[in-house]
């Protein structure tokens, strides 16, 4: 398992224990509004970044090279929806080709990713090469319908 990877019960606690359990200043009481007061959020969030920074730096160096292609075709992506914010989506074929074409390679280098992780007991069995090759073959199909899209 990732060590990155949270339940939907323990996100909750985190923020019931923060919200309902910190004190309120007596001032607030007597209003009609009551604001939260929360103390540790800095120090939380220091030790948050803090501990995931830790836990990341035990990550093998090929899910780190992984992590990078992500992120990079999400920025590519984002620029474009920028890019035709600003200039405007006058061949929307061709927006529509590009973003899709680097989420969609996001997507499938995050299934890579998902394979190639020695900690996924689900596929164990799976050899780095088989999952590459896997990649590979999604990402030649996905840029062919992208090409047939284009027109």
Do not use: W
């Not at 914010?85 to 061949?91: D, I, N, Q």
């Amino acid at each position: 398992m990732s060590p990155f990877v949270f339940s939907v019960q323990q996100i909750f606690n985190f923020c019931y224990v923060q919200l309902y359990t910190s004190p309120v200043p007596a001032s607030a009481s007597s209003g009609r509004l009551r604001f939260f007061k929360m103390p540790r959020a800095t120090s939380d969030a220091k030790l948050l970044i803090q501990s995931l920074t830790k836990a990341y730096a035990a990550t093998p160096t090929n899910l780190k090279i992984i992590d990078l292609y992500v992120i990079c075709a999400v920025a590519t992506a984002l620029i474009q929806v920028a890019y035709m914010g600003l200039v405007g989506s006058f061949p929307f074929n061709s927006f529509l080709s590009g973003v899709l074409s680097c989420i969609g390679t996001a997507v499938l280098a995050v299934c890579l990713r998902i394979q190639v992780n020695k900690d996924n007991k689900e596929f164990k069995d799976l050899p780095p090469e088989r999952a590459f090759a896997d990649f590979v073959l999604c990402n030649l199909v996905l840029h062919l319908v992208i090409m047939n899209f284009l027109g």
